[in-house]
């Protein structure tokens, strides 16, 4: 049996700092930041991440900050959508990334801003068990539908697109464990997510998590503004997820945000991450 921690971790795509901040004597450039969540990931330390937001600047300045660390993390690049992985513990198999379509038929919309809604996907076999598992990471499309029509068949399509690409590694691999993490912007009640629990049958962690589940949404205000402070509202309320598909049953045990005061200086999405037994 092998242990694995599976995060996804939404960044903020901010390089430089912004006045308001500046007044307060504060700083939110990424120079700053970057070491900051850095911390956070070596506290959480998992298996892999997934990031979303995660700008070519900022996978630069991540690698340096786990390097300084000591950090045995390995990148696949992404745009805006890097995974890290341990590569002490894990072989990598099998990469991908998929940048999402920017047109929808019917739609006049440009469903793929700076062509950043895209996937980053990767099969690995953990070293000492031998035992295989896929995961991907997203950001689909954001904008809600009542303001750009449209956008809840785009983060359908999208999703599905992910999950065609993780489906497959997990066929080549036998039929092994897939995740897929990332930053949805959709709640549980979305299409995109009923499409993916429904019709695909893929499971949210938070549902057959064994041991613990966090019950918050797990957002914060942090933004051009200032920091912010967590919002109220339930996990069914979250943007921020993680699937699983062919994961035995009682092997999830935790599915859990990082939500702490001090990290509401660093981004507006908590880190999550689930505990799984392969």
Known sequence: ?????????????????????EERGLDCSAAVRVPGLARVVEEILPDVLGGQEVNRDMQTQFGYAFHDAGLPYTMIWGNFTPIFYRSDRLELIDASFTCYPEHIDGYEANFNDWRSRTCTAAAFREKESGKCFAVGTTHLWYRREIIVPGSDEARRRQIGIAMDRLEAFSAACGGCPAFLVGDMNARRDAPAMRY?????????????????????????????????????????????????????????????????????MLSDHAPVWADAEL
């Open 1 to 21: 049996m092998a242990k694995i921690r599976i995060a996804s971790m939404n960044v903020w795509n901010c390089l430089g700092n912004f006045p308001e901040w």
């Open 196 to 264: 993916a629990t429904e019709e695909r049958a893929w499971q949210h962690a938070y549902d057959i998590a064994a041991e613990y589940r966090c019950e918050n949404m797990g957002y914060n205000g942090c933004g051009p503004k200032g920091p912010g402070t967590w919002a109220e509202g339930g996990a069914e309320t979250a943007i921020d997820h993680i699937l699983t598909k062919n994961l035995p049953c009682g092997a999830l045990r935790r599915f859990d945000r990082y939500m702490t005061e001090e990290y509401c």
